[in-house]
């Protein structure tokens, strides 16, 4: 193993410490090449020549297929995280890998100071699918995110007519956009806001749900407010849901005070809730969505942002972009993927199977009342939230480990919420694993709950 302290760097011809870029130490090179190293190394390295800004769990993807995943030992685990819903179309999708090799081997970039055929096809295939008469391509969440930020406040100011510079948008508390300076200048979480200062301005929150402190918002700057942000369910956040007629009640509150409603769809949409949108669940049209994650399938960064003309054409050329926005690879793979959402079923599969799944943990959460507060979710994104008094000394990164040991793989959200979320093409799903890990982590405490018989 190397980089340890005592290990000595082997250095290329010519170059020595300190000689800056260029410099690869020979057992890296060969690593690269491809020889296997086991999980425990590759976790080590990792954590000596990575930035520590993730807590992972001990694991390592090594291969992919559907909702099952290989470690580099041959250990067979269950996805359910879906790269937090990137991989709604099962990992490594044979039809997306296919447009992605054919694509690949014909042109992979053009920018768009030029245009290329494919990304045309994208943003027809993409507009017809979600009923909106323009798209603005992107590659990351956030950036699709920072994207309708820039999109709407043009719109305030060119269509609005928001005097220069006092623009604001009303995002709320507990949602995630993403990690970018912008973005996180909306957020209510210390942890993602501590020692970045400054953030920038412009921002109003509210809580989410509270459709009272949106209109009393709306009502005192609604003047200078260009667009209220939110997930039509709260993700990172675990899994919360709004309140029946929330999404129909800020509908018409930002109809009524000329605010462009702004659907952060990117871990939502695209089949995941059992509805190709979230918003869908009560009809509603956003004035803009955003979408990112699965529209490549998890096999290349695609985001985009949807609008109607009146909104997307307030950005003029060369006032926004993106060197790979638009690429004819990410292009060939968001069509690709968007195909297997329709022609395997993704959104009712994900409807079903998620009723099921939920069927099945609230009768873990019958058993264990006391630990498991509460069991939520729409389609294929699920939360179980324990109990931090219950559970503690433990907390939901442990019953993550054992879910793991026992073959399955989730991720805590906070200290006590654990998000079930696997791909849509999974054949079913079970829960006793749950079950399992609630029980071995009372026997490992010493404790019993009193309902447990
Ligand atoms: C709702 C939502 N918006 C934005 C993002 C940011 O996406 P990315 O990580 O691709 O930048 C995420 C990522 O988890 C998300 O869940």
Not at 55 to 83: C, T
Not at 106 to 116: E, P
Not at 305 to 319: Q, R
Request: charged share 25%; net charge neutral.
């Amino acid at each position: 193993m190397d980089g340890g302290a005592g290990e000595a760097w082997r250095w290329g011809a010519g170059a020595r410490p300190g000689a800056g870029r260029g410099m690869c130490s020979a057992t890296a090179a060969e690593r690269a090449a491809g020889a296997a190293l086991t999980s425990e190394e590759l976790m080590r390295m990792e954590r000596e020549r990575s930035a520590h800004n993730y807590h992972p769990i001990p694991v390592v993807f090594s291969k992919g297929e559907g909702s099952h995943i290989l470690d580099p030992e041959g250990n067979k685990y269950i996805d359910f995280l879906s790269a937090y819903s990137a991989v709604n179309q099962g990992h490594c999708h044979p039809k997306v890998l296919r447009a992605l090799k054919e694509q690949a081997e014909r042109l992979t970039l053009s920018s768009r100071a030029f245009y290329n055929d494919k990304f045309p096809i994208f943003a027809e295939y993409l507009t017809s699918m979600f009923g909106y008469e323009m798209m603005l391509p992107m590659n990351t969440g956030a950036e699709g995110v920072e994207t309708a930020i820039k999109l709407v406040r043009k719109w305030g100011y060119e269509k609005k007519k928001i005097p220069k510079n006092e623009a604001l948008i009303v995002s709320c508390c507990g949602c995630f956009h993403g990690r970018t300076l912008g973005v996180i200048s909306m957020s209510c979480d210390n942890d993602a806001t501590r020692g970045f200062g400054p953030l920038v301005p412009g921002h109003l929150k509210v809580d989410f749900g509270d459709t009272d402190g949106l209109e009393k918002i709306f009502k005192d700057h609604g003047e200078r407010i260009c667009g209220f942000l939110f997930e039509p369910i709260q993700g990172e956040a675990g899994v919360i849901i709004p309140p029946d007629g929330y999404l129909k009640a800020v509908r018409d509150l930002c109809s009524r005070h000329n605010i462009l409603m702004i659907a952060d769809e990117i871990q939502t949409g695209i089949a995941r809730t059992g509805k190709m949108l979230a918003c869908d669940w009560e009809n509603i049209r956003p004035d803009v969505v955003i979408l990112g994650k699965a529209l490549g399938a998890g096999v290349v960064p695609v985001s985009a942002v949807l609008a109607d003309k009146d909104i997307m054409l307030c950005i003029k050329p060369g006032e926004h972009g993106s060197t790979f926005g638009g690429n004819p690879l990410a292009s060939a793979v968001a069509v690709a993927s968007l195909k297997v959402v329709t022609d395997e079923g993704l959104v009712e599969r994900a409807a079903k199977l998620g009723q099921e799944f939920r069927d099945q943990l609230q009768k873990v959460q019958q058993r264990f009342p006391q630990i498991i507060r509460e069991v939520r979710g729409r389609g294929l994104l699920n939360a179980v939230d324990l109990s931090n008094e219950a559970l503690s000394p433990a907390s939901a990164y442990d019953i993550c480990i054992k879910l793991k040991e026992r073959g399955v793989l989730a991720k805590p959200t906070h200290d006590t919420i654990i998000r079930l979320a696997p791909p849509l093409s999974i054949r079913y799903v079970l829960c006793c694993f749950l079950y399992g890990c609630v029980s071995i982590i009372f026997l490992d405490n010493g404790q019993r709950p009193a309902s447990a018989s």
